[in-house]
Each structure stands twice: as C-alpha cells, then as structure tokens.
T-cell receptor
C-alpha cells in the first residue's frame, strides 16, 4: 500500500523566515513519482514539482527548493524568505507505477500561514 | 493554453438526488482523473479515464461513475446522493502518452457540491 505522511498540520511563520514542509512516503515499488501541489483558498491545486524515484537530485526554483532522500523516504519542501502570498495548503503526493490504481495518493496537507 | 475547466463551480442538491459534473481537460491531454476532497478524508482518487475507458478506480461505491467522450472531456455522476458526498470534486488532466505512468496531473478549480 502507498502512504504519504505530512506530520505538520499547520505552520505559522513571520514573513521573510525560511520554512520547511516535511513529507514522508511509503511504497514497495522501486519506480514511483513524487509531487508537491499548492492549494490556495480558491481551491485549485497548483502543480509545483515532480520527481521520479531514480532522480535524487535536489531542485531549486527561485525561493523554492526540494530535498529528496530515498534513504529516509522523504521529499521535503523549503521556502526561503517566505512571503504572504505563500500562504496556502501544501500537499505532497505519490504515484506508483505498479498495477492497479494509478491515481495520486495525497498526504493530509500542511496549512502554511505567513504573517506579515 | 487554457487550463482545466470544471462546471458548475458550485452545486446544491438534496439527499437522494443525482448530480453530473463536467470537466474539460487541457488541450492535447487525453487522461482525466477525478478526486474527492473532504475535511475528514482529505484528497481521494475516484477514477481515471483515458481513451474513453475507465483505466483505474479508487475505493468508492458504485454510486460514483463517470465517462469520457471522444474529445477527452469527462463527466462524473453521483447517484442517490448522501450527506457525506458533500465535498470539493477536483478534476485533473494529463498527457498520458504511451507508458505515461507518472505524468503530471494538472487540476481544475473544482466543483463544490453541497448535499442537504
């Protein structure tokens, strides 16, 4: 069975602080894909990043960076110099390539609040 | 390029009624997946359609069904509505090229269904 755990239900920081959102996943498959999505109050899930299980390179995109570590089954997301516009619910998700359900398995999400 | 569109955005129904939700994927995307989001259960995969065929299905009762048309547009139907069906229903599209497991899914704004 696949599982994604986002242990932080809510995080509140002051603008300009750095913040890391944790994501731990479980899967028996050797080929799988990890994603991060952002859900602002409007409700639409906005795609942020996709990683496959064979690519452990960390990624940086502007103020966003992702740290993928297969050894600890983690795919953490860091926002540097946070801004109020970063306030949203962030979801980590897993998709595996085995037979059966091919949908995304989501974590429960982390509600990030950036205070001015 | 236009994103995923969903209609209607809001819907109010009463118990026992049925409802049909519509989703138009991004142009060129051939796969449409549906998800249910509730405060208690989070985001859960309902089913995926590709080439007018249901390819995968999550753990939902038979009251939840869908279909896909030749232009890749998809509809989701819920019959005999229950109070617990109140949720945000999200549609996502992906290219789903051959062997395209793990393609990024892009989400629409969702349909918020309230069952009274």
């Amino acid at each position: 069975a696949q599982k994604v755990t986002q242990a932080q239900t809510e995080i509140s920081v002051v603008e300009k602080e750095d913040v890391t959102l944790d994501c731990v996943y479980e899967t028996r498959d050797t080929t799988y894909y990890l994603f991060w999505y952002k859900q602002p109050p409007s409700g639409e899930l906005v795609f942020l990043i996709r990683r496959n299980s064979f690519d452990e390179q960390n990624e940086i995109s502007g103020r966003y960076s992702w740290n993928f570590q297969k050894s600890t089954s983690s795919f953490n997301f860091t926002i540097t110099a946070s801004q109020v516009v970063d306030s949203a619910v962030y979801f980590c998700a897993l998709m595996y390539s085995g037979g059966g359900a091919d949908g995304l398995t989501f974590g429960k999400g982390t509600h990030l609040i950036i205070q001015p | 390029k236009a994103g995923v569109t969903q209609t209607p955005r809001y819907l109010i129904k009463t118990r026992g009624q049925q409802v049909t939700l519509s989703c138009s994927p991004i142009s060129g995307h051939r796969s449409v997946s549906w998800y249910q989001q509730t405060p208690g259960q989070g985001l859960q995969f309902l089913f995926e359609y590709f080439s007018e065929t249901q390819r995968n299905k999550g753990n939902f009762p038979g009251r939840f069904s869908g279909r896909q048309f030749s232009n890749s547009r998809s509809e989701m139907n819920v019959s005999t509505l229950e109070l617990g069906d109140s949720a945000l229903y999200l549609c996502a599209s992906s290219r789903r090229t051959s062997g395209g497991i793990g393609d990024t899914q892009y989400f629409g704004p969702g349909t918020r269904l309230t069952v009274l």
